[in-house]
């Protein structure tokens, strides 16, 4: 089960991009609800293929931070580019992070009223134009690496939760991301289902996405993660290699927080 | 992640309990005579004690309408002679093409009767499983039918344009039909036989674009056939009865869903201007009552039309009864709109679908299946409350029957027409009533 690394590959290499390249840049990200400052100067550059796991305690902003990446949220200040390109509130922005972004939920959010296939199809439809069969053919595809193409005629309403988050895995891929946002993926979750949604974000990783997670699974922040960061009050207060941040964080909240973690886990 | 060891060996002994075949309960219709009602004593007065009221309460109303009843004479005194107490159904029998067609006249009913079976043709292939873009078909009709069905029922010289669009949706139709009979035949649909051909010179959507050659096509072979065609004119003042019910109701039922729909979305929106017409345009209709709206459409639509244009009254109260429905329908969208979870549009954008998009295939879909029962519930009453435009003076089935009171020969009977329009509005009604029923299974099954 080897996902797209070719293809990101591939495309990499004809746009004739260095390995290192950024792929997110966020400077000085300022975001309030009313009068509650919920992202404070927030900066953070993410390079190609580079996996970032989010952890932090609830109401920390999180959620927020991420939204904020591929505009589901808008913010007052500060930038968010995607490889190299500033976004807007505008057209080109939205075309810009359709191409290149997909974000997983907590709750799913399937379509229901959908059937799973034509959950897949719905974007590479009618946003990237490709004739039905041929994104049939490439949905079907999506669905077998998750592990579902048996289910492809079910409602979501039919499947369990770990098979809707796969699918949910499946839709974003139709649009060929390269930056994938996870927001608690596994939270919502029955034990038992949690690894199977954590098998199919490990391929990714190692198929060469670029990943952003908000999640508390700490094996899975050891196996893949590149970078942790740990949030509190709006602001990244410790970011490392796992080791660093998991082992032996500088902070109390963090230390704190991790304990609370992993003593709720086990 | 040692410990599976343990729960897999047990798994291994363990042996799963044979399953049953469900409880099915079958009682036959005396068992459930017995279960239901005479299941006990109190039970069992009960269902006598209503039976008897039903028995007391039908018997005269039987025996008035049907035992007694005088189904031919040709005068109300007549009536009374043969049968004093009993209803007299020769009346709506003598009157019943004016209750159907109005007082358009007898030669040209065909007309009529020819534009509602193209509808009813036209809807037909709604219920067929093979059939895919069903949505495309129900919007054609919505679109072009009308021309069609006001070239027929109104006759005379409707212009070029209003000729080119009938000629276009009567191809759409034969198109249709073709389609449907290549699809069960298992073969290729008209329009894709021109697909190569076309790829070669546009490669994109080919497919659609060979519909529509051949749909041109066809358009220009009807014109061309129908050139020389021409029809009586025929004034709306002469529509009536049971005809211009359906005109109206069929109308407005039909423009409503989109006005609300609009309305909602309006409502909704992030722009003042759209947002505050829309507030205004539902809060200030729905304040109002319908009877109102429509005196104000004959006294007041014509100050907002430049004088050179020749309003009739029936198209100004049906614009009326299409934006007083659509007010209502709109607070029934939003209701459904308002149940769908933020998740939904979170995840639509995630993929990169815009604003119509995302309200054309993941808000709107949702929403109206959720309104279903609501909807059709507005659409049974809108079509009741057509009656109305009788008081403003519309000859529509209620008008009708009130009128066969007045005739010389009928003169006082008001009873019999008003029970049989009953009888016409019941069925109509329970009809949208199941089918809205079924369609809401339909569209729920397996969720
Ligand atoms: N739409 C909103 N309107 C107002 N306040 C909000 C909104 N969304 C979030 N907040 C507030 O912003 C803060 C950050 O919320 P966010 O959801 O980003 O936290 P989180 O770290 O994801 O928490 P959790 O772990 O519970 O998901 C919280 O205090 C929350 O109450
Ligand atoms: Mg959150």
Redesign the interface.
């Known amino acids: 089960m080897i996902l797209n690394r070719e293809s990101v590959d591939r495309s990499s290499e004809k746009k004739g991009i260095a390995k290192a390249r950024t792929a997110i840049e966020i400077t000085g990200l300022n975001k309030w609800f009313g009068e509650l400052h919920v992202l404070k100067d927030v900066s953070l550059s993410v390079s190609e293929k580079e996996i970032i796991v989010i952890c932090g305690p609830s109401g920390s902003g999180k959620s927020t931070f991420i939204?904020c990446i591929?505009?589901?949220e808008n913010y007052q200040e500060g930038t968010v580019s995607i490889f190299g390109e500033k976004l807007e509130s505008n057209k080109k922005s939205?075309?810009l992070?359709?191409?290149n972004?997909?974000?997983l939920?907590q709750?799913f959010?399937?379509?229901?009223?959908l059937t799973i296939l034509q959950n897949c199809t719905?974007?590479p439809i009618?946003?990237r134009?490709i004739p039905e069969s041929e994104s049939i053919k490439q949905s079907m595809a999506l669905l077998d690496r998750v592990g579902i193409a048996a289910l492809a005629s079910?409602?979501p309403?039919?499947i369990s939760g770990g098979q809707q988050q796969r699918v949910?895995i499946a839709?974003?891929l139709?649009?060929e991301p390269r930056i994938m946002l996870f927001d608690e993926p596994t939270s919502a979750l029955d034990p038992e289902m949690i690894k199977e949604v954590l098998d199919v974000m490990i391929d990714l990783a190692e198929s060469g996405m670029t990943m952003m997670c908000v999640t508390h699974e700490m094996q899975f922040a050891h196996q893949v993660a590149d970078r942790v960061i740990f949030m509190a009050d709006g602001e990244i207060v410790e970011i490392g290699p796992p080791d660093q941040v998991l082992k032996n964080p500088k902070w109390d909240r963090t230390s704190q927080f991790l304990q609370h973690v992993l003593s709720h886990k086990s | 992640m040692d410990s599976q060891a343990t729960p897999k060996t047990e798994l291994l002994n363990f042996i799963p309990s044979p399953s049953r075949p469900p409880v099915v309960i079958t009682h036959g219709f005396t068992g459930w005579l017995k279960k239901h009602l005479f299941g006990g004593f109190w039970n069992t007065l009960l269902t006598i004690a209503v039976f008897t009221l039903l028995y007391l309460l039908l018997k005269p109303f039987l025996e008035w309408s049907l035992v007694k009843a005088v189904w031919t004479a040709s005068s109300r005194r007549e009536c009374l002679s043969i049968s004093p107490d009993g209803a007299c159904w020769a009346a709506v029998i003598r009157w019943s093409n004016n209750l159907i067609y109005g007082r358009y006249p007898d030669p040209l009913q065909w007309r009529i009767n020819l534009g509602i079976g193209i509808g009813i043709i036209w809807l037909l292939p709604l219920a067929l499983k093979k059939i895919k873009h069903k949505i495309v078909i129900g919007l054609m009709a919505v679109v072009f039918y009308p021309f069609l069905a006001s070239y027929l029922f109104l006759g005379g010289d409707r212009g070029r344009l209003h000729y080119v669009i009938a000629s276009v949706a009567l191809a759409y139709l034969f198109m249709l039909y073709m389609n449907i009979i290549l699809i069960y035949l298992g073969k290729k649909q008209t329009g894709q036989y021109f697909e190569s051909l076309i790829e070669r010179f546009v490669p994109?959507r080919a497919d659609l674009l060979g519909h529509l050659t051949f749909l041109l096509i066809l358009s220009v072979l009807i014109a061309f056939i129908f050139r020389d065609f021409s029809l009586q004119d025929v004034s709306t003042d002469v529509w009536g009865g049971l005809f211009l019910t359906i005109i109206i109701s069929g109308f407005s039922i039909v423009m409503a869903l989109p006005i609300g729909i609009l309305l909602a979305l309006g409502r909704r929106s992030q722009m003042p201007v759209v947002r505050w017409f829309s507030i205004a345009t539902i809060e200030l209709v729905r304040s109002v009552p319908m009877i109102t709206v429509l005196f104000m459409s004959v006294t007041m639509m014509p100050l907002f039309f430049p004088n050179t244009m020749d309003l009739n009254k029936l198209a100004q109260v049906i614009i009326a009864v299409c934006i007083f429905a659509g007010a209502y329908m709109a607070e029934t969208v939003r209701g459904g709109l308002q149940a769908i979870?933020k998740?939904?549009f979170?995840?639509?954008?995630?993929?990169?679908?815009?604003y119509w998009?995302t309200m054309a295939?993941?808000i709107l879909?949702?929403a109206l299946?959720a309104m279903i029962p609501n909807i059709v519930t507005s659409f049974i009453s809108l079509f009741k409350d057509t009656t109305l435009v009788s008081i403003i003076g519309l000859f529509d089935l209620m008008l009708m029957a009130r009128n066969i009171s007045i005739d010389k020969n009928w003169f006082g009977l008001h009873t019999e027409p008003l029970v049989a329009i009953s009888v016409l509005f019941f069925i109509f009604c329970y009809t949208m009533s199941q089918y809205s029923q079924r369609l809401e299974r339909h569209l729920t099954k397996?969720?």
Request: hydrophobic fraction near 40%.
């Open positions: 939204r591929n505009h589901l939205a075309v992070i359709r191409n972004v997909g974000m939920f709750n959010n399937l379509f229901p009223h719905l974007g009618w946003l134009k079910k409602y309403g039919q949910a839709r974003s139709a649009m | 994109r979870p998740g939904q979170d995840a639509a954008k995630s993929i990169g679908l815009g998009y295939f993941i879909p949702q299946r397996g969720r």
